[in-house]
């Protein structure tokens, strides 16, 4: 499995982006998919999930309420949409995929590079 995402920026507080992370070498829909994004100086945190068919989400409490994950399974593609950025949400966000939605949270069995999200206040 390999995960290219893109999107990434520097982005005023309270604004909006869209992350996107293509998925290529397996079977896209057997796999559920994730976003994860690591602070400076911090360990990398969960940020929300999605389940092969798309109809289970999960999300952190830090993000909830602002960010959207999404697929489409004609494209191999997720996405993250984020709104109502904050400078707390500067990170590097990275996708990340697994065949089992449980893992794909904690410990997924696939990780894509980082893509830079940067918030001024």
């Known amino acids: 499995v390999q995960l290219q995402a893109s999107g990434g920026g520097l982005v005023q507080a309270g604004g909006s982006l869209r992350l996107s992370c293509a998925f290529s070498?397996?079977?896209?829909?057997?796999?559920?998919l994730g976003w994860f994004r690591q602070a400076p100086g911090k360990e990398r945190e969960f940020a929300a999930a999605?389940?092969?068919?798309?109809?289970?989400?999960r999300y952190a409490d830090s993000v909830k309420g602002r960010f959207s994950i999404s697929r489409d399974n004609a494209k191999n593609t997720v996405y993250l949409q984020m709104n109502s950025l904050k400078s707390e949400d500067t990170a590097v966000y990275y996708c990340a995929a697994d065949e089992r939605y449980r893992a794909v949270a904690t410990a997924p069995d696939y990780w894509g590079q980082g893509t830079q999200v940067t918030v001024s206040s």
């Open positions: 070498g397996r079977t896209f829909d057997s796999y559920a």
């Open positions: 999605i389940s092969w068919s798309g109809g289970s989400t």
